[in-house]
């Protein structure tokens, strides 16, 4: 399916006013990544206590459910990088959300044990795996020059779209039943996510017959080779392991950290007042984290934000088990999310500058599937720990370690020269 004849007209009369066209595809990408909340846990977490009072289903059942939708969701990263590759974003996007968007309604309006487990996995194919992978490539295929600043925008939309959506969907689930609530977001999905895609998002400059050119100056009669590593030759780069393992390993860290959290701080002596308040301040961090990391990379190497990044993460989790007043969480809280936010623009920001755009799909997905794997095991490696020793303590200690292990990998390998450089102005 072709963007050429239908994209060419607005990206050409933007041209001439010399607004890039990309940054209305990064905006309705960084939605887009707003809309795989259905797939993922935070966003399952919105509506799960409901749900099991309403089916009737064990807490362990259901996580063990969990688990498993997650690892098979997994596999939805692995086809759609290609597919994204060989047809486009646009229309990957478009039947991506749409596809989302009927699972998450069917799923309000089911009550059968055997059809909510196929249903949770398909939202975790569709959403966590495939909509986060398209939404990423997306960006990376429209920016070459500015693609680091382009992920910190993506990434700040990106964090006030959650910010908003959460207690949205919370909300109505509390107010209305989780039913009505996911009834809600699977019509957003289709009605309004789905449609904005179609009508706005264009899968490359090249497709509309621009010239790729992330500061805003294009030239519609030219065109630049769409060049980068194979998926073969990426695997093949220690740097890819380093930097992906390092991204799923705070996935594995933010996922159990995130369902366990009330119960972590619990352990410390704290009431769920401070938990509440800790995630306002982690957001908002985050965010900050978003800006400082989008303006730092795209004037410098993606290695030095990464090892900042890790180095804060590390310190954040030796520190939790020793927090002993709300000061020492707020702290805690604030250092984790601007590590959480440096962490984030690098992993949007690193496969593009490193790889080039020929394969960006397949590459991301990659680099995806992990994460999505680490962030299934993430909740179970913590409850095994606290069972097993009746503190979450020791956990800590040992994410840290291995953080700050690959925070140094991060500040030693070889990384291809568009990730080590600022990119080229001019």
């Given at each position: 399916?072709?963007?050429?004849?239908?994209?060419?007209?607005?990206?050409?009369?933007?041209?001439?006013?010399?607004?890039?066209?990309?940054?209305?595809?990064?905006?309705?990408?960084?939605?887009?990544?707003?809309?795989?909340?259905?797939?993922?846990?935070?966003?399952?977490?919105?509506?799960?206590?409901?749900?099991?009072?309403?089916?009737?289903?064990?807490?362990?059942?259901?996580?063990?459910?969990?688990?498993?939708?997650?690892?098979?969701?997994?596999?939805?990263?692995?086809?759609?990088?290609?597919?994204?590759?060989?047809?486009?974003?646009r229309?990957?996007?478009?039947?991506?959300?749409l596809?989302?968007?009927?699972?998450?309604?069917?799923m309000?309006?089911?009550?059968?044990?055997?059809?909510?487990?196929?249903?949770?996995?398909?939202?975790r194919?569709?959403?966590?795996?495939?909509?986060s992978?398209?939404?990423?490539?997306?960006?990376?295929?429209?920016?070459?020059?500015?693609?680091?600043?382009a992920?910190?925008?993506?990434a700040?939309i990106?964090?006030?779209?959650?910010?908003?959506?959460?207690?949205?969907?919370?909300?109505?689930?509390?107010?209305?039943?989780?039913?009505?609530?996911?009834?809600?977001?699977?019509?957003?999905?289709?009605?309004?996510?789905?449609?904005?895609?179609?009508?706005?998002?264009?899968?490359?400059?090249?497709?509309?017959?621009?010239?790729?050119?992330?500061?805003?100056?294009?030239?519609?009669?030219?065109?630049?080779?769409?060049?980068?590593?194979?998926?073969?030759?990426?695997?093949?780069?220690?740097?890819?392991?380093?930097?992906?393992?390092?991204?799923?390993?705070?996935?594995?860290?933010?996922?159990?950290i995130?369902?366990?959290?009330?119960?972590?701080?619990?352990?410390?002596?704290?009431d769920?007042?401070?938990?509440?308040?800790?995630?306002?301040?982690?957001?908002?961090?985050?965010?900050a984290?978003?800006?400082?990391?989008g303006?730092?990379?795209?004037?410098?190497?993606?290695?030095?934000?990464?090892?900042?990044?890790?180095?804060?993460?590390?310190?954040?989790?030796?520190?939790?088990?020793?927090?002993?007043?709300?000061?020492?969480?707020?702290?805690?809280?604030?250092?984790?999310?601007?590590?959480?936010?440096?962490?984030?623009?690098?992993?949007?920001?690193?496969?593009?500058?490193?790889?080039?755009?020929?394969?960006?799909g397949r590459?991301?997905?990659?680099?995806?599937?992990?994460?999505?794997?680490?962030?299934?095991?993430?909740?179970?490696?913590?409850?095994?720990?606290?069972?097993?020793?009746?503190s979450?303590?020791?956990?800590?200690y040992?994410?840290?370690?291995?953080?700050?292990?690959?925070?140094?990998?991060?500040?030693?390998?070889?990384?291809?020269?568009?990730?080590?450089?600022?990119?080229?102005?001019?």
């Amino acid at each position: 399916m072709s963007d050429v004849h239908v994209g060419t007209a607005p990206p050409a009369a933007l041209a001439r006013g010399r607004l890039y066209y990309g940054w209305f595809t990064l905006a309705v990408a960084a939605l887009a990544m707003v809309g795989t909340l259905p797939g993922r846990t935070q966003g399952l977490g919105l509506i799960t206590e409901p749900l099991l009072r309403d089916l009737q289903i064990d807490r362990v059942q259901f996580a063990q459910i969990n688990l498993v939708a997650t690892l098979v969701g997994s596999l939805f990263c692995l086809g759609i990088g290609r597919l994204i590759d060989r047809i486009g974003g646009r229309a990957v996007l478009t039947a991506v959300v749409l596809c989302l968007g009927a699972v998450v309604g069917l799923m309000s309006a089911t009550s059968a044990i055997w059809l909510l487990i196929l249903l949770i996995t398909l939202t975790r194919g569709f959403g966590q795996s495939a909509l986060s992978v398209v939404s990423l490539a997306l960006v990376g295929k429209w920016f070459a020059r500015r693609l680091s600043a382009a992920m910190g925008v993506y990434a700040v939309i990106m964090s006030v779209g959650f910010m908003i959506a959460f207690p949205l969907v919370g909300g109505l689930a509390v107010a209305h039943g989780w039913r009505v609530a996911w009834a809600a977001v699977g019509v957003a999905l289709v009605a309004v996510l789905a449609p904005l895609a179609w009508l706005v998002v264009r899968s490359t400059p090249e497709a509309c017959g621009l010239r790729i050119d992330g500061d805003g100056v294009l030239d519609a009669a030219r065109t630049d080779p769409v060049s980068g590593a194979s998926l073969g030759g990426a695997l093949r780069s220690p740097a890819f392991w380093v930097f992906a393992v390092s991204a799923a390993m705070y996935g594995l860290v933010a996922s159990g950290i995130a369902l366990f959290n009330e119960s972590i701080l619990a352990e410390r002596g704290f009431d769920p007042g401070v938990y509440h308040r800790s995630l306002v301040v982690t957001a908002l961090t985050a965010l900050a984290g978003n800006f400082a990391g989008g303006w730092a990379a795209d004037r410098g190497s993606l290695r030095r934000l990464q090892v900042a990044g890790m180095v804060l993460l590390a310190l954040a989790l030796a520190a939790l088990p020793h927090v002993t007043v709300e000061l020492h969480v707020t702290a805690y809280a604030a250092v984790m999310g601007l590590g959480g936010g440096f962490v984030m623009v690098v992993f949007f920001s690193f496969w593009g500058r490193a790889y080039g755009r020929a394969h960006l799909g397949r590459i991301q997905g990659a680099a995806q599937i992990l994460t999505v794997l680490a962030s299934a095991v993430g909740p179970l490696v913590l409850a095994v720990c606290v069972d097993a020793t009746g503190s979450y303590a020791i956990a800590f200690y040992a994410l840290a370690l291995l953080v700050a292990l690959l925070g140094g990998a991060a500040g030693l390998v070889r990384v291809p020269p568009g990730a080590e450089r600022p990119a080229a102005r001019g």
